[in-house]
């Protein structure tokens, strides 16, 4: 018979700062999340009552919807992808260059 092979950060055996990063990461992950919800789907629900309103010539719930949403899906993978290098490199997880 072969020997079991030995996973090397099995739950048991994780740091404390492992499972501080790992928290950190859930909780940003969570967050932004919720704001991707938001403007999905909450700017979506009131879009009719915005288009009573012009921005550009344009209803102000499709502008928004069209443009703003767009914008704000490059924000999170922006504020994403910083957040998460520098908890990389805060608990010394970052790759290596």
Same mark, same amino acid.
């Not at 967050?31 to 999905?40: G, Y």
């Not at 009552?49 to 209803?59: E, I, K, W």
């Given at each position: 018979? +072969? ?21 950190? +990461? ?7 999340? +919720? =704001?991707? /919800? ?15 309103? +012009?921005?550009?010539? /344009?209803?102000?719930? /499709?502008? =928004? ?33």
């Amino acid at each position: 018979m +072969t020997e079991p092979v030995e996973i090397p950060l099995a739950p048991s055996r994780l740091t404390r700062r492992h499972r501080a990063y790992w928290r950190w +990461t859930q909780v940003l992950t969570a967050v932004l999340l +919720t =704001l991707w /919800f938001a403007v999905t789907f909450v700017s979506g629900f009131y879009a009719s009552d915005l288009n009573a309103h +012009t921005f550009l010539g /344009f209803p102000l719930g /499709f502008y =928004l919807l069209a443009q703003g949403s767009l914008i704000a899906y490059v924000a999170i993978i922006g504020i994403y992808v910083l957040a998460m290098n520098w908890l990389d490199r805060h608990y010394g997880v970052g790759e290596r260059r």
